[in-house]
């Protein structure tokens, strides 16, 4: 096999997409192409380590998380587990995929430190705070409100997806922070098994996962949850566009998450978009709208208060006084300022108003994007 063939990211097509596999999580990962997932969302067994069952202060018992799945002779053992499915996880994600693990305090440090073991590079670490926990009942602790996910790329200067805008829309226009407020599975939201009880001790809410793929996925990418239980990764990835891969060892936790899926309908293409920013959207040099001649070579602009004044040359570069370089460093120079946005600072003349040179850019922007598209933007 060549380089080029081992390092060639595999796409959907070669993928069992929007499926559910049966199996252990890294035999079932290390039998996937490698470079073949954009985005990992991990929700491993906790570790809880209990003792005991656990009651409240009316003599019920608690649904506590006390099955098999969970249970581990020893630290060694969990740590031993954790760095075998975190390899496991590398090897499938893309050069420039990313990972989110989420835990509690009972285990989340040491998968922090085996994922950077792994060459993992950590991006944050995220504390989803909840707005209704449970109550500490034997009133010797803090009551335990929060869970902690770290959000890590394959490796440092990986490319990863960062939806900052979408993000930020999604917040009422507020930039978001690295803690989230938002309530647990409860409710309707709450899968049941046949007994009436809960489905999975552990089930995540959906606007977690929402919250998760707005923020560092896109449309089409592959989702790969190694941990699937009832599903919740695929039933937000199934709605959003995404496609998902679960994997998922135990019959009855499958069984419940595709009848779950079943019941997810995708939404449609305009409802799947969302916001960008300014660094999403193609880059235009100045050159290029010299070349079109929609400003000629020779032609001046000018600042907004009329201070400065340039003319065009030819390779798309400006001259002024004593200065002459790119639209952004020719104005940063002239203001005697560390950095300058050119396409807002200069400005031309039509018809006696002052128009913006960015409004050239974003006309070379729509009709690159009309050319990709096949119809007006």
């Not at 309908?265 to 290029?288: H, I, N, Y």
């Given at each position: ?167 930020k829309s999604l917040n009422e226009g507020v930039q978001m922070r690295s803690d989230w407020v938002l309530p647990i599975c409860t409710g309707g ?25 707005i923020g560092s996925t896109n449309p089409g990418d592959v989702v790969l949850d190694p941990f699937f239980g009832t599903g919740t990764t695929g ?115 039509r018809e006696g108003q002052m128009v913006p040179i960015d409004i050239l850019r974003q006309q070379i922007r729509a009709e690159m994007q009309a ?7």
């Open positions: 096999m060549t380089k080029t063939q081992s390092t060639r990211s595999a796409g959907p097509q070669d993928l069992p997409v929007n499926s559910i596999l049966a199996g252990d999580c890294i035999q079932v990962m290390n039998s996937l192409p490698e470079n073949s997932v954009d985005l990992i969302f991990a929700d491993p067994p906790y570790n809880l380590q209990l003792r005991g069952d656990l009651h409240r202060p009316d003599n019920s018992k608690v649904d506590a998380v006390d099955d098999h799945w969970d249970q581990f002779s020893g630290f060694a053992a969990y740590d031993q587990f954790t760095r075998e499915w975190l390899a496991a996880a590398r090897r499938v994600l893309k050069p420039d995929g990313a990972i989110w693990v989420i835990g509690s305090y009972h285990n989340i440090f040491r998968v922090g430190s085996a994922l950077q073991d792994a060459g993992y590079w950590i991006l944050n670490d995220v504390i989803w705070r909840k707005s209704n926990p449970m109550p500490n009942f034997r009133g010797k602790r803090l009551t335990n409100a929060h869970e902690t996910m770290i959000w890590a790329s394959k490796s440092e200067g990986a490319k990863y997806t960062f939806n900052y805008e979408a993000l939201e709450r899968l049941k098994d046949a007994n009436g009880g809960k489905a999975h001790p552990t089930q995540k809410p959906e606007s977690l996962l929402h919250r998760v793929l039933a937000v990835a199934k709605m959003l566009g995404r496609n998902f891969i679960g994997i998922e060892r135990e019959d009855a936790y499958r069984a419940i998450a595709q009848k779950r899926l079943d019941r997810v309908r995708r939404l449609d293409a305009s409802a799947l978009a969302t916001t960008t920013g300014k660094r999403a959207e193609p880059r235009v040099p100045f050159g290029q709208v010299v070349e079109r001649g929609m400003l000629r070579p020779g032609e001046e602009l000018y600042s907004l208060d009329n201070r400065h004044k340039v003319k065009v040359r030819a390779d798309g570069s400006l001259i002024g006084d004593d200065v002459k370089g790119s639209i952004h460093q020719v104005g940063a120079a002239l203001q005697r300022a560390p950095s300058c946005n050119g396409w807002t600072y200069w400005h031309f003349q050319d990709e598209t096949g119809r007006p933007n």
